[in-house]
């Protein structure tokens, strides 16, 4: 995902999982290709009530990591759960329209990697989404091109359990932030999240034999239009 002369925008969330991202793609741990920029970028929400927090603590946090950063003000949070957003969810708006900020802001960097810190988790609660909500079998993938080429979005989580990154995230003393979004506990994501732990629970290894599930598609068992 990584190779000489990369230069990475980083998404940032403030969450364990972004930040032990940005902890090893900018620290000694990284063992390939080191890439020749980075910059970590906090998309800051604009939720009502959290008063430009969330922003001020990533501000702190990037100083003290000693990285290159961008912190962008926006109104995404609530415009995302405004009337304006009557046909998608709220997590599907945000999730667009940050991306594309974050695309626009690796233009104005000329950078050709795009890093987000989605895991083995997400990417198994993404294909159940799909195929619950969206009506079509997909998931998240570790590399995919964007724009002819220009850019490459870079999962390098995605085989990584979240119990792990959040693991070391603590271990690494790393100063997690509370998400400030209303709905986080609500959604459609958080319900998925929570049926496959039970799942799991009830029936162990259930969670790793949807994942291994999606690398032995069987196409002539699949229906076709």
């Known amino acids: 995902m990584l190779a000489q002369g990369d230069r990475v925008l980083v998404g940032v969330s403030g969450g364990a ?7 090893l ?8 290709p080191k890439p020749d920029f980075v910059l970590a970028v906090y998309v800051d929400l604009g939720f009502e009530g959290t008063n430009g927090q969330p922003a001020r603590m990533m501000k702190d946090i990037f100083e003290k990591e000693g990285v ?12 995302s759960h405004s009337d304006y957003n009557r046909k998608a969810s709220p997590c599907f708006l945000c999730s667009r329209l940050r991306r594309r900020k974050l695309f626009e802001l690796a233009r104005e960097h000329q950078c050709n990697k795009l890093a987000l810190a989605h895991n083995k988790d997400d990417v198994i609660e993404t294909l159940l989404l799909n195929v619950f909500f969206g009506r079509e079998i997909s998931t998240m993938i570790p590399c995919q091109s ?6 490459f979005l870079i999962r390098p989580f995605a085989y990584t359990e979240e119990y792990l990154l959040k693991r070391f995230a603590r271990e690494a003393g790393l100063a997690v932030m509370d998400n400030p979004c209303p709905t986080a506990n609500t959604t459609k994501r958080k319900y998925i999240k929570d049926l ?17 599930a999606m690398m032995h598609v069987k196409p002539d068992y699949l229906l076709t239009k």
């Open 17 to 23: 999982d972004s930040l032990a991202l940005l902890k």
């Open 25 to 32: 793609i900018t620290g000694p741990l990284l063992f390939v």
């Open 68 to 79: 290159q950063y961008r912190i962008e003000k926006s109104n995404i949070g609530l415009l």
């Open 146 to 151: 964007y724009f002819q080429g220009e850019f």
């Open 196 to 212: 496959i732990k039970k799942l799991d629970q009830d029936h162990r290894g259930v969670k790793e034999n949807i994942f291994k």
